[in-house]
């Protein structure tokens, strides 16, 4: 019986060899317990808990000796030091629960066992004493809760209720077995079998019965060890032993013992223990043991199994004391494994499987590389080859086989030499024609004129023309130059009778037989549609009329002849090892082989699906061209030192797509719980918290099934997970997003159900709408008060001018009003006194001129081009030019460079200038004489200095026009002040006004 274990170890993610006992959850996560912690176990990756000093919620002990789940999905653990609790596996926080025996025990050193019956009660059971029983109001194990009878004297070693029944059986120490019936409340033991229980009077020996299991049969199996060790099973429906007393010692080990027994829901009977794991053959009621040491990858080795356990999926689980835990599944077991034996050393062959072919009379020959060539039958046994000609016990070192298209001859091709079998006569003939140089043939082919196409080890490729060498073989061959003198690793003749040669540095050529020129070239220097990824091809596979599958040593690409393209299959990266060979079977599945694994591809859909030694490979490192078809659908592979086979129809996927399950969410690297996750709406994350990891899973241990994901809202398509099943986003923008997930099939069918969780990452407040909104209302409102002052300037500025015009009318009326008036009184003099009249006149001409002057001031004021200190000072420069020209005069005028900057408003500017321009004219007309002006700015204020000679000047005329009303008005609309200093030869007029 061949069992193909699946192994786990340390290696591989457990944190100990040791591993005790193995239960599933309801969500489908595995737990372990081992010597060093609790583990949870997703197919894929572990969680592991241990205990933690000051954190009371962790498990108390590291060594967890027993895992149960209980009819209300409790998970409960019984630690190694007796002390027994829950477990929390949707907050991984434990709870230990107190235990009240009646008799003095010590659950150090006890045999101790936790059970639950079908009603949802919990018993823990101390061996060789006593049982205690849960209470669910008191949260505790007392014997005091015991519901079931029993003897006072009694030492109790097993219990286990009876399916379907209300009876609980009870195993007493020396004593035999005893039940207590619920239904009566009635108690039966040996000497007092009040309920007439037939399995009571048949083990009422007085021997001790151990690991008590009750089968779907209704069959009671149960293992003592007094003066020997043995098991019994005991059939309560038909009232009658199954099997009694069998016995291992002619098999095992002097010290072998029984752990326990278990069914598998179809129903075969496993028992395990110290050096004990079989099956029990319901047939021939043998136990069938399986092979215990290590025979190759997927062998099992162990000195104590302690648990079996069958998964939802039919997977069971082994644990073992000191080698990890193993799985494995009968019903899912594909692949078929063939070794061999050399034949003359008599010891397992080395020798690589390079090629294969079917016979005419139903057979298989498998040719090997040192080994010879081995036959075998339908069912791969090894039969003699028996092929005259050929050596039954080593033979040739077979390259390549083909079968001729006369439907009789199997070329084979050795080193050195090709071999012609005539399948009707089963003989063989052996040509080397000297041509060939004792060269070893790589590749052999035959093309439709029945030529044959010669790939060597490192010559190149040979034809050897049929017209030529059917009387005389070694007069065919002849070199075909335009093939670099390279090995050959493919040969290929399509349905068109093109020869594709693969080479491993040059590239691939495509050969016209007729002409034996060279009709294409494919490498890695060509250019478009001749280019590929590399110039290394491994081998080519014609998939359709339209189609070929050329494999590189790490890509596969299809090209298209019709379209003469050239397009890539599936994603990169998934193929591990260098490509050897390629394979399509009747459902259009490309297979390909590796030098570390088998892969399955949809070309269509672009899935990759990998067989490695978890799926039952027995050495995934696949050789170059060792590939065959078998007329009946099966797959042949060969490796270094076996081959494979395998029926690619009994590969199915699964018509029910498992339950997806978000495994584990780390936010900026941080763990966060999953459960409570899944119970919010949605996932609110902070800018700041914006990197996540998602892992996943199908919570599936042996069907292949791909899982697809997205996030919405980031992602453009759906991807494919890798074998981590992992997602990784390294920041993700504020926003709303919804993380996605559905399963795939091997077939790339994909489930309509989609499940995931929304994530939402907050904006940092300077990115929120309310922050816009404040902004926006801020910029508006900053505006509005721009556009009030820009309003309140203009307004101010218009009544400046409004100011300046009303006092230009009022000054203008005044003037007129005067001029009037001196008009008529010189009118009303002309005739009597002219000279008055003439005095009149002369005022007349006076006031005219002045008003035209200040009216030309004013209109000057007004202009808005003139709104600046410079056009001011130009003004001023102007007026002292008029001064000098008009009175002749020596003035010299000084402008500090700062005062053209000053920003003055108009009103200022214009007091400025009619301070400036009345000082500087009543100087000069009061007779003061080399006149030097200063102005200048000094912290904020303006300075205007009048420095001049006063030995011609009327002082007192001065003094009387520093008081005039009209100046102190003036002075005081600017806050300017005027300091004088008047004396007879040189005097000073200081004129200050603030500008700040």
Known sequence: MQFLFSHYTTASGLISNQVNSVVQDSDGYLWLGTTDGLQRFDGIRYKTFQHKENDSTSIPSNPVWQLMVDKKKNLWLLMADGRVGLFDTRNFTFREVPTRFKKPVSPDTFVKHLIADEFGNVFYLMGGSEVITWDEKSKAFSYTHNFFKQKQNWNITDFIQQPGTHKYWISVEHGGLAVYDGSNDMLSYPGQNTGKESLIDEYGDGNTYYHLYFDHRNRLWSFTSNVSSYIQCYDLTKEKPVIEKAEFPSYLKPFHKIEGFIQQEDGNVWVYGTLVFAKFLEANKQFQFVSNGYQGENSITYEVIHCLFEDR?????????????????????????????????????????????????????????????????????????????????????????????????????????????????????????????????????????????????????????????????????????????????????????????????????????????VRMHFSGSERPPFQLPESGISSVLEYDDSTLIITTATHIVKYNRVTNRISPIGRSGVISGFIASVEKDREGYVWLASTNGLYRINIQKGITIIFNRLDGLENEQFVQSASHVLPDGRMLFGSTNHFVSFDPNHIKAMHTYPDLHITEFRMMGQALSVDSLMRLKEIELSYKDNAVEIEFSTLMYGSPFLIKYKLDGLDKDWKIADKNNQAVYNYLPPGSYSFLLKAMDAEGNESGKTSGVKIIVDAPFWKTIWFYSLLILLIGGFLFWLDKQRMQRKEAIQKMRSDIADNLHQEVNIALGNINILSEMANLKAGKEPQKSKEFIEQIHSKSKNMMVALDDMLWSIKPENDSMAKAIARITEHVDALRNTYGVKINLLVDKKVEALKLNMKIRKNIFWLFKSGSTNIVRTGATDCNIYISVQRQVLVYTLEFNTSQMDVQHMNNLLQRQELADKLKEVNGVIQSQLQNKRSTIELTIPVA
């Open 313 to 517: 999926e039919h997977n069971v689980w082994v644990t073992t004391d000191n080698n990890g835990l193993y799985r494995f599944n009968r019903t899912e077991e594909f692949f078929i494994n063939i070794s061999h034996q050399n034949r003359l050393s008599d010891k397992k062959g080395q020798g690589r499987l390079m090629s294969f072919t079917g016979t005419k009379w139903g057979t298989i020959l498998a040719g090997s590389w040192m080994d010879g060539l081995y036959q075998y039958d339908s069912d791969f046994n090894l039969i003699p080859t028996n092929i005259k000609g050929i050596d039954n016990l080593s033979g040739p070192n077979v390259w390549s086989m083909y079968a001729s298209k006369d439907s009789n001859t199997l070329w084979i091709s050795s080193q050195p030499g090709i071999y012609a079998i005539d399948q009707t006569k089963r003989t063989s003939k052996y040509y080397n024609p000297p041509e060939l140089d004792h060269h070893t043939i790589r590749q052999i082919a035959e093309d439709r004129d029945g030529n044959l196409w010669l790939g060597t080890d490192n010559k190149g490729v040979y034809k050897w023309a049929a017209s030529n060498g059917k009387i005389d073989f070694s007069k065919g061959p002849v070199p075909i130059t335009a093939i670099p003198e390279v090995q050959i690793n493919k040969i290929t003749i399509d349905s068109k009778g093109q020869i594709w040669i693969a080479t491993p540095e040059t590239g691939l050529f495509v050969m016209e037989p007729a002409s034996d020129k």
